[in-house]
Structure formats: structure tokens, C-alpha cells
């Protein structure tokens, strides 16, 4: 038997594992479902009025402050990152949640206003205290 022959069984092997597996098949679809859910959300967040204000604010405060805002969108989730406190807006079904990431400690999340004023927001994360 040649390499490639057994490699072509080995990856039928998984792959009818895969298939067998229940589990990761109820788990995908659990992930699939909730990604349907936050769509809506995540589409307001990508192309909403308050992201476009919370990014010109963010960029006024971190003139402000002499300090850099790095912006980055990973997947849905929007983050902000200004030295070792990063900021995370995660759509959810429920809405859009923001998760202030302070010395590397998660704080617990809380729901967002995307109708509301974002300095609001950015001073929350700004002012937010380590977690002891």
C-alpha cells in the first residue's frame, strides 16, 4: 500500500467518524443556531450609527489621551484595545454585550445601548476598576 493510499484511508476514517459522532454534530448545530440568532445584531453592530460614533470617539479620547486605540474585528466581535485594557462588543441573541478585558481579567458583561451615546460606554471602560 502507498503512502497516498493510506492516507486516503486514513481521512475516510475520520471523516465517517465525524459523521458518527453525535455530539459534535448537536454542539455545530447549537453553534450554527446562535450565530442565526446574533445576526441581526451583529449587522447592526457592523454597519450601525453608534459603532461609527464609538470609533470617532475613540479616536478623540485616545488623542486625548496620548495613546493608541487598536480597532479590530474579530469574527463579529468588535475590540478596542488601549494598553493592557481591551474592550469587547459580542453580539448575542439577546442584543449586543460589552465585556471589559482589564489585565487580562474578564469582567462581567453588560448589555449596550445602540442607540445610545458610545462616550458613555468609553468612559465606563476607561474608569473600570481591575477586578480584585
Request: aromatic share 6%; charged share 35%; glycine share 6%.
Amino acid at each position: 500500500m502507498s503512502f497516498l493510499d493510506n492516507l486516503e484511508n486514513s481521512l475516510k476514517t475520520l471523516e465517517g467518524r465525524e459523521e458518527k459522532d453525535p455530539r459534535d454534530a448537536g454542539r455545530r448545530e447549537e453553534e450554527r443556531s446562535l450565530a442565526l440568532a446574533a445576526a441581526p445584531w451583529a449587522e447592526k453592530l457592523k454597519d450601525g450609527t453608534f459603532t461609527e460614533a464609538l470609533l470617532m470617539e475613540a479616536a478623540r479620547v485616545g488623542h486625548k489621551r496620548r495613546v493608541k486605540i487598536y480597532i479590530a474585528w474579530l469574527g463579529t466581535t468588535l475590540r478596542l484595545e488601549m494598553r493592557e485594557r481591551k474592550l469587547d462588543l459580542r453580539p448575542t441573541p439577546d442584543g449586543v454585550v460589552a465585556a471589559f478585558i482589564i489585565d487580562g481579567a474578564e469582567q462581567p458583561a453588560r448589555p449596550v445601548d445602540l442607540d445610545g451615546d458610545p462616550g458613555v460606554l468609553l468612559d465606563a471602560w476607561i474608569a473600570a476598576e481591575p477586578k480584585q
